[in-house]
């Protein structure tokens, strides 16, 4: 692995009960949010992308060129962030932007400025927009070391909070950072459209 190497990772293994489909599969702009949040990644300055999704969305998806999809079956995003740090050995100083795939996808600049922070020094740093704080989260893999063991797994805002001042948060330009689509008026709000989902096999 390269030094400077950076990992996405995108948590979208939730069952999507209020939302009434598999989140993972909720279109965006015709493209299943998962992958929009990959590519997004990518774009942000990602060499590589592991999203954790549920085993029966993995026939829709079919074959991904912009991420591994690893199966969990875990009760919470925290159980689905250990099995995607479980994919590979890394050094501790890994840089490593994680994204729950119920946030609107933030803009690649946004991503590049949050690598950019923990490159500089600091432990994570996460982006606000205006008062709001949101997603993803850039961090060094050391600070994701209490998903390496058994669970139960903190959630990933105590594990943050435990850094005080060693987590930057950046002032970011992007409106997409603190907004949630966590239910289907959420994402009317935000796309102007009641859920929609991809159904199709890619």
């Known amino acids: 692995m390269a030094k400077n190497e950076v990992v996405g990772i995108v948590l979208a293994a939730g069952d999507?009960?209020?939302?009434?489909?598999?989140?993972?599969?909720?279109?965006?702009?015709?493209?299943?949010?998962?992958?929009?949040?990959?590519?997004r990644l990518l774009e942000g300055g990602c060499a590589r992308v592991v999203a954790v999704v549920r085993a029966d969305v993995l026939g829709t998806l079919g074959v991904v060129k912009d991420a591994r999809l690893v199966v969990s079956d875990a009760e919470d995003q925290a159980g689905s962030l250990a099995v995607a740090l479980g994919e590979h050995r890394a050094p501790p100083d890994e840089i490593v932007v994680v994204t729950p795939v119920d946030a609107a996808p933030a803009g690649q600049e946004t991503i590049r400025r949050?690598?950019?922070?923990?490159?500089?020094?600091?432990?994570?740093?996460?982006?606000?927009?205006?008062?709001?704080?949101?997603?993803?989260?850039?961090?060094?893999?050391?600070?994701l070391e209490p998903y390496r063991g058994k669970p139960?797994?903190?959630?990933?805002?105590?594990?943050?909070?435990?850094?005080?001042?060693?987590?930057?948060?950046?002032?970011?330009?992007?409106p997409r950072v603190g907004v949630d689509l966590d239910t289907p008026e959420d994402v009317l709000a935000f796309t102007g459209h009641p859920p929609r989902f991809v159904q199709a096999t890619r």
């Open 152 to 174: 139960p797994y903190p959630p990933l805002r105590d594990v943050l909070r435990a850094l005080g001042d060693k987590r930057s948060r950046i002032d970011v330009n992007d």
């Open 114 to 143: 949050l690598v950019d922070e923990v490159a500089k020094g600091v432990l994570a740093a996460t982006p606000r927009f205006e008062t709001k704080s949101g997603h993803p989260i850039a961090c060094r893999r050391s600070v």
């Open 16 to 39: 999507g009960v209020r939302m009434g489909g598999s989140k993972a599969l909720l279109a965006l702009d015709g493209e299943p949010l998962v992958l929009v949040h990959a590519a």
